[in-house]
C-alpha cells in the first residue's frame, strides 16, 4: 500500500487536537470537582476556555486535510468534497464546538456547571468519531471512548494544577493533592480496563493485538496507564503523608511523580495519535 503522503501532518494536528481537547476538558474537570479551591477557579477556567479554541482550531485543520485526502489541493474548500468529509467529521466538531462554548461561559460566569458540561462534550467528541465509529456495530464503545477520555483528561490536569509552586503554601498543595487522589484512586484503574476493552474490541483479539502495529501502540498506551496506576497508588500512600509531616520532602517527590506522569501522558498521546494517523485497525 503507498503512503499518505499527509500521514505526517495528520499525525501533528492529531497531537494537538488530543491535547488541547483533553487539557481543556481536565482543567474543566479539575474546577468542576474542587480539586482546585473555589478562589482558584478562574484561572483555570480562562486556561481552559483558550485549549477548547485551540482545539477548535485544530479540528478545522483535521477537516482540511481530510479535503486534502480525498481531493488534493483543488478539494480544500470544495464544496463537492465538504459533502463527503463533513458528515463524518460534524458530529465531533459539534461536540467540540459545545464544549469550547460551555467552558468560555463557565470562565465568564464562574460557572461549575457549565465547567462540567463542557468537559462531558469534549470527551464525547472522541467517541463520535474514529475506530469505535468505524464498527459494524458500535454498541457501547463510543461510550467508552468517552469515558476512557474523560479520565485520562482528569489524569492529564494533574500535573499542570498540582504542581507545588513556590507561591502555594503547604496547605494548599496537601488539599489539593488529596482531593484529586480520592477521585484518582477509583477513576485510573477504570482508565486501563476500558483501555484494554477498547484495544481488544478494535483489534479483534489478543493475537492482532500483540502482533499488529496498531496493537502495539495501543499497548504501549495501556503501558503508560499502568505504570501511572502505580505512580497514583504511591501518590496516594506516601506522598501525601509526606506533605503533611515532611513538606519539603514531600514537594520534592511530588514534582518527580508529577513529571513523571507529564512524560507517561506524553507517550500515551503521541501513541494514540500515531494509532489514529500513521496506521489503524488490522483488517479482519
Known amino acids: ?113 457549565a465547567a462540567a458540561i463542557g468537559a462531558v462534550a469534549l470527551a464525547l467528541s472522541f467517541g463520535l468519531t474514529g475506530h469505535s465509529q468505524a464498527l459494524d456495530s458500535p454498541d457501547l464503545a463510543p461510550w467508552a471512548v468517552a469515558s476512557h477520555v474523560l479520565i485520562a483528561a482528569f489524569w492529564l490536569a494533574g500535573p499542570i494544577t498540582l504542581w507545588p509552586t513556590r507561591n502555594l503554601d503547604d496547605a494548599t498543595v496537601t488539599a489539593r493533592v488529596t482531593r484529586f ?7 485510573v484503574p477504570l482508565l486501563f480496563l476500558l483501555g484494554l476493552w477498547l484495544a481488544l474490541l478494535f483489534t479483534g483479539g489478543w493475537t492482532t493485538l500483540l502482533m499488529s502495529l496498531y496493537g502495539q501502540l495501543l499497548l504501549a498506551k495501556l ?23 515532611a513538606p519539603e520532602a514531600g514537594r520534592r517527590a511530588l514534582k ?3 513529571g513523571l506522569d507529564a512524560v507517561l501522558f506524553l507517550i500515551a498521546l503521541g501513541a494514540i495519535a500515531a494509532a489514529t494517523s500513521l496506521t489503524g485497525p488490522p483488517s479482519p
Not at 487522589?181 to 477513576?187: C, G, K, L, M, R
Not at 503501558?223 to 509531616?245: D, P
Request: hydrophobic share 55%.
Open 1 to 113: 500500500m503507498e503512503a499518505d503522503p499527509l500521514a505526517p501532518a495528520l499525525f501533528v494536528v492529531k497531537l494537538g487536537l488530543y491535547g488541547s481537547a483533553l487539557l481543556a476538558a481536565g482543567l474543566g474537570l479539575h474546577t468542576s470537582l474542587n480539586v482546585l479551591a473555589p478562589g482558584e477557579h478562574s484561572r483555570a477556567m480562562r486556561s481552559a476556555a483558550l485549549a477548547g479554541l485551540g482545539a477548535l482550531v485544530f479540528a478545522a485543520l483535521r477537516l482540511g486535510l481530510a479535503n486534502l485526502q480525498l481531493g488534493g489541493a483543488d478539494a480544500l474548500f470544495d464544496p463537492g468534497t465538504l459533502s463527503w468529509t463533513w458528515p463524518a467529521l460534524a458530529p465531533s466538531s459539534t461536540a467540540l464546538a459545545v464544549g469550547a462554548v460551555a467552558l468560555a461561559t463557565g470562565w465568564r460566569l464562574r460557572s461549575r456547571i
Open 181 to 187: 487522589s480520592n477521585f484518582a484512586v477509583a477513576a
Open 223 to 245: 503501558g503508560a496507564a499502568t505504570v501511572a496506576l502505580a505512580l497514583g497508588a504511591y501518590n496516594k500512600t506516601i506522598v501525601t503523608k509526606r506533605l503533611r509531616t
Open 256 to 258: 518527580l511523580t508529577l
